[in-house]
């Protein structure tokens, strides 16, 4: 698994470890930290780190700023690190984000891995509507990296490129980037506390005359996933660490009119969005598991879920490895208009 871990005292030993092999300065990302001895790491380095990550202890012209481990299993392969918010020297220079890979680890992903977990942190943190990046010309390795995250170069000098991605913090721009993914997920857990607020996000949904049809169930049991995508066929979303299940019952709202579908189609969407403003990636599966072959029923028999319920719909959830590119749609006049329908 990979997690983005802030620097602490109880992870000294492996802090340390990939600190004192980081250069005092290369490619630009510097370590004030290089040289010092094991014995005063904790009170110098960790000192510093974990002060600056609260705005404490700043060194005149800094500001406050996280330092993260990027941790794969028991082992650290990068750093990154997060200024808070931009100043004048900042926006013109180094931006929000500095990162190093450990030189053996360089080359498998971890980059683009730790960045994109990183730009999940950014959202809850950062005020500016961009994130801004700067990287060396002569380094375009790094400079894939940060395009794949979703970065575009914003102008270039001599010696260094600057990059800038959107870092998303209103609902409109969450309903506006949102788009159905496919592909593969970061092998990164998604915390309970995030199922939790993506659940009630579902729940938060309008429903027909309040009839409250439509109830979760968030997966993130590794041996209760495998359990589930057994039954899915053709898989889908098989690398997410999390996945969303949606249940509906179909009680009448009034007379023979029945909402369920409205009520679950509101909460979904309610949690896509949710999930896309957390920084994770999602996709409506619902005609895949509700054919003739009721593979929403096997999975519902498996969750325990009673027979006068139906599982209509699951979302999977995790932080995408790959780009996000959604199918093109019809020009926007073709489908909305002013006073009056003006289509074909
Ligand atoms: C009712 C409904 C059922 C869907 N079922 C599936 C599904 O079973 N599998 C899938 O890959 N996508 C499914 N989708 C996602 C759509 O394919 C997707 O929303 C559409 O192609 C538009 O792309 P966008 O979500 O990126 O805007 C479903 C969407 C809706 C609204």
């Known amino acids: 698994m990979l997690i983005l871990k802030s620097a602490n005292l109880a992870d000294a030993d492996a802090e340390y470890a990939f600190m004192s092999a980081l250069p005092a ?15 005063e790491f904790e009170q110098i380095a ?10 404490e202890l700043l060194p005149p012209g800094y500001v406050p700023e996280t330092f993260y481990f990027l941790w794969d299993d028991d082992r650290i392969v990068g750093q990154f690190r997060l200024r ?18 450990a030189a053996d680890c360089r080359g498998r992903g971890y ?46 000098d001599e010696e260094k490129t600057y990059v800038r991605i959107p870092n998303m913090k209103n609902t409109l721009d969450a309903i506006l980037s949102r788009r159905s993914y496919r592909g593969k997920y970061l092998p990164a857990p998604v ?39 057994a039954v899915i066929d053709p898989p889908i979303g ?41 920084g994770y990636a999602s996709c409506w599966i619902e005609g895949h598991i509700t054919d003739e072959d009721r593979i929403g029923r096997k999975m519902a028999d498996i969750l325990g879920v009673p027979q006068d319920m139906d599982m209509v719909c699951f979302l999977p959830v995790g932080v995408a490895a790959e780009s996000i590119k959604g199918p093109v749609k019809k020009p926007f006049e073709q489908r909305a208009f002013f006073n009056g329908y003006f289509g074909e």
């Open 25 to 39: 300065d290369e490619n630009g990302f510097t370590n004030p930290w290089h040289g010092t001895p094991r014995g």
């Open 46 to 55: 960790l000192r510093d780190m974990i002060a600056w990550s609260k705005g």
């Open 111 to 156: 980059g683009t891995a730790g960045l994109r977990l990183l730009l999940r942190e950014a959202r809850a943190i950062v005020p500016e509507e961009e994130i801004y990046l700067r990287v060396n010309r002569n380094n375009p390795a790094s400079l894939r990296v940060m395009l794949k995250c979703g970065g575009a170069i914003h102008h270039q």
């Open 191 to 229: 915390p309970r506390e995030h199922l939790t607020q993506i659940m009630q996000a579902g729940y938060a949904a309008p429903s027909g005359c309040n009839k409250q049809t439509t109830s979760f169930v968030a997966v993130d049991d590794p041996a209760l996933l495998a359990k589930l995508h």
């Open 238 to 278: 098989t690398t997410a660490p999390a996945m969303i299940c949606v249940l509906t019952r179909r009680i009448i709202a009034y007379r023979d009119r029945c909402y369920s579908v409205q009520d679950y189609s509101a909460a979904i969407e309610n949690m896509l969005l949710a999930i896309e403003a957390l």
């Open 84 to 101: 808070h918010h931009l100043c004048d020297a900042l926006r013109e220079g180094a931006g929000h984000v500095g990162y190093a890979i």
